[in-house]
C-alpha cells in the first residue's frame, strides 16, 4: 500500500523561515536571546527556548541587536529589489516576475509556458486541501495508513490521522502548485510577509515546482507512483520537493549575501546547515499543533522528502552541477537508502536485494483481513528507530538496509503486523536482529522474552513478540493476544527458526 498521504503532500510549500540565533538588547537592561523569526519597521520577533515560544520586541524597548538593526532593515526596505516583494496585489505581481526570472537562472532552464497563479484565503485553502483530499484518497485509505503508523508506534491510537494533516497543513502550507491546472497557489497572507533581504521562497519553490511539471509532467508521475512501492514512490517524491527546496534555499541565501553587502545577514545561512534550518523551523511551527507535532519522530517522518530530498539534490549539484541532476529525473531512486545515502545511488548502484512476496493466506481463512501490505524502507525504519530510541541507535538499526516487505492483519480490531527483512550483510542482520530487542522493550511493557539460538519470543498480558533470524535475514511479527499458533504458522511460511 502507497502511504496516500505522503502522496497527497505532493508539490507542497510550507512555511519556513531563515532562523539565525541573535540578541536583542533592551533599554531596561535586559537582553533576550533566541532564534530570528521575523522583522517589520516597527518589531522583531524572536523564538526563545525548547518550547520555541514567539516574543515580539517593540522598537521603542530595543537599545540594540546583534545581527540585524532596523537601519539595516529600513535601508533594505527602501530598496529597489525589496520594494518590489511588498503588498499583496502589486507587490505580488512584481515578487512574482522576479521569482520567475530567478527559478530559470538559478535552474539554468527556461520556462516553455506562462504558469497561472492565484491568491487564497487560508479558510479556502483549508476548503481546497479537504476537498482535494476527499476526491483523492478514501477514508478506509488513510485509516489503513493510520493503523500502520500506529502498528509501528509512530503514532498513538487515539490520533485522528486525518484532521492532525489537515490542521498541520492549513496552518502551516504557504502555497502549493496544482500541475492538473498548471496554476500555483498562495496564501494571502504569505504572499503579502516579506523580508527585506528575500523574495517569498514559497513563490520559489512552487515555481520550481511549475518548472519540473513542464519538463517532467508532474500529473503523470503521481500516477506513476501509485503503482510504485511505497520506499520507492517516497524516494522520487524526495527528488521532486528536494529539488524545490534546494533551489529555493539557494536563492535565499544568494539574495541575503547581495542585499547585505557582506554584512552580519550574508552568514545567516552560510552558517547553518540545510537540514537543520527546515527541521528546526518546522518543529517552531508544529508546537502548538497536536501533541503528536511534538514528537521530532512524527514532524522528520512528514519532512523527509524536504530534508533529505534536498540533501540528496545538493549532493548532486556539487558533484556535477545541473547536469547530474537532470540525469536522476531520467533514472530515479529506487529506495530511500539511496535518498539518505547519495553515494549508494552514484557512486555504488545500490539496488534493493531480491525478496519474494510470502503468502499468508491461512491468516485470511482464520479470519484475519488483510489491511496492508508494502515496503517500509530504511526511512521508515530509521523513523520507527527515533521514535523508541535515540538517533546513534536507531542509525545502527537501519543502516544496511537490503529490502523488506511488511503485512498487516487485523482480526477482531486487533492487529498483526510482519515485517519480513533482508540485510546487505549477515553483521548488518545480526546488528538489527540484536537492535530490534532494544526498541520492542522500549515499545512494550513488561515483556518477558525466552532467548534461543537464532530467534527469541516476549509475552506480556495482551502480546506475543517473535524476532528470528536466518542468514541475512531477520523477520520479525508482532501479534495482539496470545496465539502462538500463528507465529508458528508464519515461521513456516518464512523458513524462519521457531522451535
Known amino acids: 500500500m502507497i502511504r496516500k498521504i505522503i502522496l497527497f503532500l505532493f508539490c507542497v510549500a510550507l512555511t519556513v523561515s531563515a532562523y539565525a540565533q541573535i540578541t536583542v538588547y533592551l533599554k531596561n537592561g535586559r537582553q533576550i536571546s533566541g532564534h530570528f523569526v521575523s522583522m517589520d519597521n516597527s518589531k522583531i520577533v524572536i523564538a526563545q527556548g525548547q518550547g520555541n515560544i514567539r516574543t515580539s520586541l517593540y522598537k521603542e524597548e530595543i537599545d540594540k541587536i546583534e545581527g540585524f538593526s532596523f537601519d539595516e532593515f529600513s535601508r533594505a526596505k527602501d530598496t529597489y529589489e525589496a520594494g518590489h516583494f511588498e503588498g499583496k496585489a502589486k507587490g505580488f505581481d512584481s515578487s512574482y516576475k522576479d521569482a520567475l526570472k530567478m527559478v530559470a537562472e538559478k535552474r539554468e532552464l527556461e520556462f516553455i509556458s506562462e504558469v497561472k497563479n492565484e491568491m487564497i ?59 492538473k491546472e498548471n496554476k500555483m497557489y498562495v496564501v494571502d497572507e504569505a504572499a503579502s510577509a516579506f523580508s527585506p533581504f528575500l523574495p517569498s521562497e514559497v513563490v520559489i519553490h512552487e515555481l520550481v515546482h511549475a518548472l519540473q511539471d513542464q519538463y517532467i509532467m508532474l500529473d503523470y508521475l503521481d500516477e506513476d507512483l501509485e503503482k510504485a512501492n511505497d520506499d520507492k514512490a517516497l524516494a522520487v517524491k524526495s527528488i521532486i520537493e528536494g529539488e524545490a527546496t534546494f533551489v529555493s534555499y539557494s536563492i535565499m541565501a544568494d539574495y541575503i549575501k547581495k542585499m547585505s553587502s557582506g554584512g552580519p545577514q550574508s552568514k545567516m545561512l552560510s552558517s547553518m546547515d540545510m537540514e537543520k534550518f527546515i527541521l528546526e523551523s518546522m518543529m517552531l511551527m508544529t508546537k502548538s499543533l497536536s501533541p503528536e507535532f511534538e514528537n521530532k519522530a512524527f514532524v522528520h517522518y512528514l519532512l523527509f522528502p524536504y530534508i533529505n530530498g534536498g540533501l540528496f539534490v545538493k549532493y548532486a549539484y556539487d558533484n556535477g552541477g545541473w547536469k547530474k541532476v537532470d540525469f536522476v529525473y531520467k533514472n530515479y531512486p529506487l529506495s530511500t537508502e539511496q535518498i539518505i545515502h547519495p553515494e549508494k545511488y552514484f557512486l555504488v548502484e545500490d539496488k534493493p536485494l531480491p525478496l519474494p512476496e510470502k503468502n499468508f493466506s491461512f491468516l485470511t481463512q482464520d479470519g484475519y483481513k488483510e489491511i496492508s501490505k508494502g515496503t517500509l524502507g530504511e526511512f521508515t525504519i530509521y523513523t520507527l528507530g527515533i521514535t523508541f530510541l535515540d ?67 516476549a509475552e506480556n498480558e495482551g502480546n506475543i513478540i517473535y524476532i528470528g533470524k536466518k542468514e541475512d535475514g531477520v523477520v520479525i511479527i508482532e501479534e495482539e493476544g496470545k496465539d502462538k499458533s500463528t507465529i508458528e504458522k508464519i515461521t513456516k511460511i518464512c523458513v524462519f527458526p521457531y522451535s
Open 121 to 179: 484565503s487560508r479558510d479556502n485553502i483549508k476548503k481546497y486541501l479537504e476537498k482535494k483530499l476527499q476526491e483523492e484518497v478514501k477514508d478506509e485509505e488513510i485509516e489503513e495508513e493510520k493503523k500502520l503508523l500506529v502498528k509501528l508506534g509512530i503514532i498513538s491510537p487515539s490520533t485522528n490521522y486525518k484532521k492532525m494533516i489537515i490542521e498541520l497543513f492549513t496552518r502551516n502550507v504557504a502555497g502549493f502548485y496544482e500541475p
Open 391 to 457: 538517533d546513534l541507535y536507531a542509525k545502527m538499526l537501519s543502516v544496511g538496509w537490503g529490502n523488506d516487505n511488511y503485512y498487516l492483519y487485523e482480526k477482531e480490531g486487533k492487529l498483526t503486523l510482519i515485517m519480513d527483512t533482508r540485510w546487505d550483510s549477515v553483521l548488518e542482520a545480526e546488528e538489527f536482529f540484536k537492535g530490534m530487542k532494544a526498541l520492542m522493550d522500549k515499545k512494550y511493557t513488561s515483556l518477558k522474552w525466552y532467548d534461543k539460538q537464532n530467534f527469541m519470543i
